[in-house]
Every structure is written in C-alpha cells, then in structure tokens.
C-alpha cells in the first residue's frame, strides 16, 4: 500500500519561506509523476508545480521564480521549496504521485494535505 506522508508546513510572515516535503511510503515499481497542488477556502484545487520521471518541472505562473520543485529518488522525497510568499499563497498543499505498482497497474495517491498560512 502506497501513502504519502507530507510535512513542513505552517505560519510563515510575508517573504518569507517554508520547504514542504512529501515521502512515499510503499512501494511503487515507477513514479512518473510527482506534483503539489494547493487549494484555498472557497477555490478549487490547482497545480503549483510538478516535475515527471526524466525532471521535466512545471510551475503555475504565480509561483514561478519563487517556488521550486525537486525530487530525491533515493528517498523517494519530493520537496517543494517556497521563497517570497505572499499572502495569495496561503492554502493547504496537497502532494499527488503517479505510477505504476509492481504488477504494473497506474497508481494515483494524494497526501493528506498540509497547512501553509501566510501573513501580512
């Protein structure tokens, strides 16, 4: 069984920073996609950023130059490292992985979502 476990939000002033990790517990045989996504009170859920198999990254335009998505394929850890935040940022992150089990079925899983308050 695949869960992710997210940490390393919280209550930040304005231009400040916060980095949000996301750790895969289980097994999946490969992750061809990794992506944080946020959802404010009253709007929907979008993507913030996302990188693929091969690090090709992807960034919402309101985020781009301030966040920045990475990944540790060891320890199978995606990080999303936010610089510069602003109040418009604050929402609960949510981290999605895709890929494949060992019996090569798509896998999709969503994080339980972590809190990030950004304060004038």
């Known amino acids: 069984q695949v869960q992710l476990v997210e940490s390393g939000g919280g209550l930040v002033q304005a231009g400040g920073s916060l980095r949000l990790s996301c750790g895969i517990s289980?097994?999946?045989?490969?992750?061809?996609?990794m992506g944080w996504y946020r959802q404010a009170p009253g709007k929907q859920r979008e993507l913030v950023a996302s990188?693929?198999?091969?690090?090709?990254?992807n960034y919402e335009d309101s985020v781009k130059g301030r966040f920045t998505i990475s990944r540790n394929n060891a320890k199978n850890t995606v990080y999303l490292q936010m610089n510069s935040l602003k109040p418009e940022d604050t929402a609960v992150y949510y981290c999605?992985?895709?890929?494949?089990?060992?019996?090569?079925?798509?896998?999709?899983?969503w994080g339980q979502g972590t809190q990030v308050t950004v304060s004038s």
């Open positions: 999605n992985v895709e890929g494949l089990t060992r019996e090569l079925i798509p896998h999709e899983e």
């Open positions: 289980g097994s999946l045989f490969k992750i061809n996609y």
């Open positions: 990188i693929t198999g091969d690090s090709s990254t």
